[in-house]
């Protein structure tokens, strides 16, 4: 299992911005496809973006445009970029890795909170 730790979650505006990371402890991280998902109080957990080991990028309909996920193969880190956040996101954010197409790890969730 990889260990993930997440951080930068906070408090934003509507139309706000943050910056998510999320550091992994894997020996050979780029091997990695790596993804973030969201949980909101009282609902599923959902896919939100995900980036691959070629660094092809992958986004949900519903963040298309306003997020942008990146990773830094040298730190083992990802990045979650997201702009312009709705009232309706905050979530708790988890990264996630998986390693030939199975699940390696998730990490514990960092808050993301909009409210003006």
């Known amino acids: 299992q990889v260990q993930l730790r997440e951080s930068g979650g906070g408090l934003v505006q509507p139309g706000g911005s943050l910056r998510l990371s999320c550091a992994a402890s894997?020996?050979?991280?780029?091997?990695?496809?790596m993804a973030w998902y969201r949980q909101a109080p009282g609902k599923e957990r959902e896919w939100v973006a995900g980036i691959y080991t070629s660094g092809l990028t992958k986004y949900a309909d519903f963040v298309q445009g306003r997020f942008t996920i990146s990773r830094d193969n040298a730190k083992k880190t990802i990045y979650l970029q997201m702009n312009g956040l709705e009232p309706e996101e905050p979530a708790l954010y988890y990264c996630n890795a998986k390693l030939s197409g199975h699940n390696a790890g998730w990490g514990q969730g960092t808050q993301v909170t909009v409210s003006s």
């Open positions: 894997a020996m050979i991280f780029s091997s990695y496809t």
